[in-house]
């Protein structure tokens, strides 16, 4: 729901995030339309999407462990990668890592 609070999403990600502790409830998790909505906390940009973007994450990595979550997150490889890798770089451009991260030419010396 567009119109739903961050408090709401963010309760709706951990109750999937418990939901999703049980393998045997992925395929219906996956059927019923939940990875994109997790996939879009990700690149939520409101101060209080923290806590929303720790439940997608903690929801998309049990779903990922299942065939049929891992086989729909394949699908959607590109935004899937795109959000994990942005959250990960603390939301910057894309290909700029953060300031704390080392360089290829650093990491290799």
């Known amino acids: 729901d567009e119109g739903a609070s961050m408090e709401a999403r963010e309760a709706a990600a951990g109750a999937l995030t418990n939901i999703s502790a049980s393998t045997s409830l992925h395929s219906d ?9 997790l996939l879009a906390l990700l690149s939520a ?26 086989e729909a997150l394949a699908d ?9 890798s942005a959250l990960i770089c603390g939301n910057q451009a894309r290909g700029t890592p953060p300031a704390s991260a080392p360089t290829r030419a650093a990491a290799t010396m």
């Open 29 to 37: 998790i996956v059927n019923a339309g939940a990875l994109p909505p």
């Open 45 to 70: 940009r409101t101060p209080d999407a923290e806590v929303s973007k720790a439940s997608a994450c903690r929801a998309l990595a049990n779903l990922a462990c299942g065939p049929a979550a891992a």
């Open 76 to 84: 959607r490889k590109q935004a899937t990668f795109a959000a994990l």
